[in-house]
């Protein structure tokens, strides 16, 4: 079955740790997102890539970092100098960027300590 | 700045009555709109899209509207089932741009039994 996959999906770090939150997909889609969810709040981009080697900042992605090796996936790491980590996470693709259906993963949970 | 919202943070209705879900957007350049649903702990699910070309769009048990007059989209769900309890969004992408998808803060909508 063709999907996008997060993992894991709760994660606990102690303060000052840089984590890596992964996402793969197998549905052959050039664009892939990553977002962040607070309770109470829309969706916020943290980062975006519409293309394998290419990506750009999004709303907030400082403290943030992201690769784009592969076509099929789309790493966030949270840096230590994100200084409110703790929150949900969820990561989508979509065929472009333009006017197509964003598939969502999961999401991954993560708890800061 | 431009945004896309939400009228109501929390609607309650009886089961087998019909939901409305309303949002508000504020940039006349978007042209594509998706609605979403979210159950607690999970990524959101793609319900159905609609594009600027249409007003109402039809899928199983539910309606979009698009009022492009007003700008004003909203997601009716027929006869409401407890399995319709979740946050929905609503989100556009701006053809304008380089990318993206703006989400609203979402509706919680409770099915009452």
């Known amino acids: 079955d063709g999907g996008i996959t997060q993992s894991p999906k709760y994660l606990f770090r102690k303060e000052g740790q840089n984590v890596t939150l992964s996402c793969e997909q197998n549905l052959n889609h050039d664009a892939m997102y990553w977002y962040r969810q607070d309770p109470g709040q829309g969706l916020r981009l943290i980062y975006y890539s519409q293309i394998v080697n290419d990506f750009q900042k999004g709303d907030i992605a400082e403290g943030y970092s992201v690769s784009r090796e592969k076509k099929e996936s789309f790493p966030l790491t949270v840096t230590s100098a994100q200084k409110n980590p703790t929150a949900f996470y969820l990561c989508?693709?979509?065929?472009?960027?333009?006017?197509?259906?964003?598939?969502f993963g999961q999401g991954t949970r993560l708890t800061v300590v | 700045g431009e945004s896309v919202g939400l009228h109501l943070p929390t609607l309650s209705v009886q089961e087998g009555d019909n939901s409305i879900i309303n949002c508000a957007y504020s940039?006349?350049?978007?042209?594509?709109f998706i609605w979403y649903k979210q159950e607690s702990g999970k990524g959101p699910q793609f319900i159905i899209d609609i594009r600027s070309n249409m007003d109402k769009r039809q899928g199983q048990r539910v309606t979009v509207l698009l009022n492009k007059t007003v700008k004003h989209l909203s997601l009716q769900i027929a006869a409401t089932q407890p399995g319709d309890s979740a946050v929905y969004f609503c989100?556009?992408?701006?053809?304008?741009?380089?990318?993206?998808?703006?989400f609203g803060t979402g509706t919680r909508l409770k099915v009452l039994a």
């Open positions: 989508a693709s979509s065929i472009d960027l333009k006017g197509t259906e964003a598939f």
């Open positions: 989100a556009e992408n701006r053809a304008s741009g380089t990318y993206k998808y703006i």
């Open positions: 940039n006349s350049a978007s042209d594509y």
